[in-house]
Each structure stands twice: as C-alpha cells, then as structure tokens.
T-cell receptor, first 118, second 110 residues
Framework: GAGVSQSPSNKVTEKGKDVELRCDPISGHTALYWYRQRLGQGLEFLIYFQGNSAPDKSGLPSDRFSAERTGESVSTLTIQRTQQEDSAVYLC????????????????FGPGTRLTVL | DQQVKQNSPSLSVQEGRISILNCDYTNSMFDYFLWYKKYPAEGPTFLISISSIKDKNEDGRFTVFLNKSAKHLSLHIVPSQPGDSAVYFCAASGTYKYIFGTGTRLKVLA
C-alpha cells in the first residue's frame, strides 16, 4: 500500500489480557514512531526506531509495554496485562528519516488502533 | 511537563473568516515546528512547517508565524472553509523526537 497501515483498527480486550498492535510503515522509511492518544489528550510519544539503531524507549509508560521492529519493516507494539488506563488510540508514523538540526522529514501517520480495555 | 501547549481546546469560526490557532512551547532548543490536521478516525496529516530561522511560512490559505522570543507559534487559515473543521496539533522537534500539543478542535460554521 501507499500509506502506513495499522491493524487491527479496533481492539476490545478484557483487563489483564495481552494485546499486540501492528504497524506497516511506508516502504523505504527508516524512522518509525509509536504514539498514544488518550481521550481528550495530545499525542504522547512512546517509542522511536531508526534503522538498525537501538530504539528510544523513553516514552513507554511502564514495563508492560514493549515494541519490536524487524529491520526497516513491520513493527509490533505489545501491551501485557492490559489495564483500563491503557485505553487509547495507538498511532504509528513513519518517515524517510529523523529530523535533523534545522531540518524535517515529514511523518506519515497510520489510521490508528483504538484499544478499549474493559 | 508539557513542553508544547495548546491552551484552547476548541475554536469556532464563521466560514470565510480567519481562524487563528495558537501554540506555546517551553524548550528553546526546539528548531522545527509543524502543524498537523486530524479528521475523526484518521491519522494526523502534515499541514505546514516552519524552521526556527524563519518567522513566517505561507502555503496557500495557511500561514504559520513563529515568535521565538515569546516561544509562540500560530496558524492562520484565511479564508476558513467548512472542510477545515478538524483537530489541529502543533508539534516541535529538536532532535529526532516530535513533541505534540494536546490539539485544538476547529469548527468552521457554514
């Protein structure tokens, strides 16, 4: 596809269950970001992947959250033992590269996965 | 610590008038600023950007102004159209991270 795709589009789960969210970035994009948007809130940075470098996990809210990316392709975000406060829209974005000093690479966002934890 | 703030959660404007969306930031190391537009059930899409070496960037009906001394940027939409109704996020970058504001919901009334 031409854009960033995410699956599933909606996920309803019970508290305590694990969930896995998937992101397919645009081909050739080396940078990949995960964000979370809670109801009425802004986009909260979670994790950043750049090529084969070690990811920046500084935005992950707890050790229940983890993410992987194989090379410059698909990424999965896993939330273990989900809690009700994990309910949010999880957005993935990719770009040709990271922004540099005084420069910018446009981020292309996927449609998001709406996670509801009951 | 909210480094990028959009203090107006919503804004209503008549069609044809100017929409002004505001954004404040606290980190003087930010050197690139962006505006994104988001429709319901879609991901944000890039709208316009500005480098910290400029104070204005214009693209059609959209103009972004940057006031570095005040750490403030604004997005002007002239004339506003009903299709502009969406949530607008400002974002700032200084390294590889983009820090987003909480968004302003713009409603353009026909």
């Amino acid at each position: 596809g031409a854009g960033v795709s995410q699956s599933p589009s909606n996920k309803v789960t019970e508290k305590g269950k694990d969930v896995e969210l998937r992101c397919d970035p645009i081909s050739g994009h080396t940078a990949l970001y995960w964000y979370r948007q809670r109801l009425g809130q802004g986009l909260e940075f979670l994790i950043y992947f750049q090529g084969n470098s070690a990811p920046d996990k500084s935005g992950l809210p707890s050790d229940r959250f983890s993410a992987e990316r194989t090379g410059e392709s698909v990424s999965t975000l896993t939330i273990q033992r989900t809690q009700q406060e994990d309910s949010a829209v999880y957005l993935c974005a990719s770009s040709l590269g990271p922004p540099g000093r005084g420069s910018y690479n446009e981020q292309f966002f996927g449609p998001g996965t709406r996670l509801t934890v009951l | 610590d909210q480094q990028v703030k959009q203090n107006s959660p919503s804004l209503s404007v008549q069609e044809g008038r100017i929409s002004i969306l505001n954004c404040d930031y606290t980190n003087s190391m930010f050197d690139y600023f962006l505006w994104y537009k988001k429709y319901p059930a879609e991901g944000p899409t890039f709208l316009i950007s500005i480098s910290s070496i400029k104070d204005k960037n214009e693209d059609g009906r959209f103009t972004v102004f940057l006031n570095k001394s005040a750490k403030h940027l604004s997005l002007h939409i002239v004339p506003s159209q009903p299709g502009d109704s969406a949530v607008y996020f400002c974002a700032a970058s200084g390294t590889y991270k983009y820090i987003f504001g909480t968004g302003t919901r713009l409603k353009v009334l026909a």
